[in-house]
């Protein structure tokens, strides 16, 4: 939103939908960082495994906490599915299958569905043009201290 050639090329309607788009990424941002919104199942991801980018190439000093998600293919074979930086504490989690604890189903499922509904409005307003610029795709890493503890607090929750 930060381009006026962009902007000046917009339509109202469009630019109103960007911004809604965004509240509503912005909303399911939020809800994300509750700290038990996510249980942990017994259940493991049995046709992965993680391996630490340095065990596969000596020379990836520079980031020493990245790990690759490998799918098995069989026959000693592996696909990389994804790749993040996580920390060492965290690497017993990485295979673990979790769910979304019930308390917080409602308001998760209804930040989804307000997400794909700005989607189906941009759509709709552009003739059915959606593109994503991957070079400037980029995942956030968040505090721990930016949590909602407990998620007790609806209030925070509230839309932008």
Known sequence: MKNPYVL???EDEQVIAI???L???RYLEKIQKIKDLYVETEKKASSFKIVRGKDINEENV???DRYLLLKDLGDNK????DFGDFPRYNMDKLLKIFKI???YIDIYVDAMLDVINEINNWVDLTDSEFLIDTKMFRL???SINNQIP???NYDILKKV
Not at 78 to 81: E, G, M, N, P, S
């Open 8 to 10: 000046n090329r917009l």
């Open 19 to 21: 911004i809604q788009l």
């Open 23 to 25: 509240k509503s990424i």
């Open 62 to 64: 520079k980031f020493l």
């Open 78 to 81: 592996f696909l990389v599915a």
């Open 101 to 103: 604890n019930n308390i």
């Open 140 to 142: 956030g890493v968040y």
């Open 150 to 152: 407990n998620g007790e």
